[in-house]
């Protein structure tokens, strides 16, 4: 699968607002047939920053995502609430999903 990390500084005065703006993005992409998950979170320490956390399942569906009409008009409209351009970090990795952290394993049955 395709494993992507990306971070988004968002100008302050639409940080509050950076769900709702990339709403419709974020929902036409999890609807592709490839996308395995497409997850933004906010930084604890840093409120202007976001970070965005997707999965494809292999080449031919991260590129599918980046020639996609969502995509384009993302290129297009996103970039006006930045900051700065997002970084990413793009790799290829085995498998389909997530790994359990076995060094915290959670066995509620001991409860």
């Not at 490839?34 to 997707?54: A, H, I, K, N, Q």
């Not at 609430?81 to 066995?107: C, F, H, K």
Request: negative net charge.
């Amino acid at each position: 699968m395709i494993f992507i990390t990306a971070k988004f500084r968002v100008l302050p005065e639409h940080a509050d607002q950076w769900p709702q703006i990339t709403r419709e993005f974020t929902q036409a992409t999890r609807a592709e047939p490839g996308c395995l998950w497409f997850d933004w979170s906010r930084s604890v320490e840093e409120p202007t920053e976001y970070v965005l956390v997707e999965a494809f399942r292999d080449d031919a569906a991260g590129a599918a995502h980046v020639q996609s009409a969502h995509f384009k008009t993302a290129q297009q409209t996103l970039p006006a609430y930045l900051q700065e351009t997002p970084r990413i970090i793009n790799v290829t990795v085995p498998g389909d999903g997530w790994s359990e952290l076995g060094e915290m394993a959670v066995d509620r049955a001991a409860d």
